[in-house]
């Protein structure tokens, strides 16, 4: 039985430690990109974003050049932790549209309360989530997020890549789970179709038959 604590946010120990050269970092640094790799990747089969959830908001970074890039008439981005949800919070509001905002809320808990939920967000982001979470967490999420977004931007370390942080750039994240690609790939595989990079479908909107995403090569 693993004993993580992912789902309910860390204390400023951790976003000190894990974050003090937030520049560097992917999904901040280059959060920019990331938006207009994900807009253009839309665009090119005309997949319209007008409602986006960050499930794992982290300090707002990502969630906020998103909004930029979509200008989604709805948004929300959800963080458990007080010291990350905080940052994240002024980010947002910053943006000055009420229809933007935020929830200091685990994953599991927010996805639970939208069970009933008749809200079906276009975009999911979920970034460096879930190599914090217990497997039983992993299993609960998945297919409650498939309920409730069309298309998860996703991301995570593999147990390869968490090593080859540690040896190629001396970096240790002392608080994540080091799980395989075959892993990963199983239990989303149920819920999600893979058909870009970190881009995933949910299996309870679309199937090859009406699928946005035509080129059907590259659906596994």
Known sequence: MEN????????????KKNYYCPSEMDGIGNAKE???YLKCL???DFVEVDSIVDLGMGMGHLLKEMIKTFRPKKAIGVEPSDYAFNKAKKKILNLQNPSYRVTQNDLIKFLEKQKNSKQVYDLGICTSVFQYLTKEEIVMAIPLIAQ???YLYFSVPTDKELLRQKEDVDFHDAYAFARS???YKKVIGDSFTFISSRLLESKNHFNESNTLFTELLYRF
């Open 181 to 183: 690609k075959n892993f």
């Open 148 to 150: 409730r977004v069309k």
């Open 42 to 44: 839309l665009s090119l």
């Open 4 to 15: 993580g604590i992912g789902s309910k946010g860390f204390g400023p120990e951790y976003w």
């Open 34 to 36: 990331h938006a207009k």
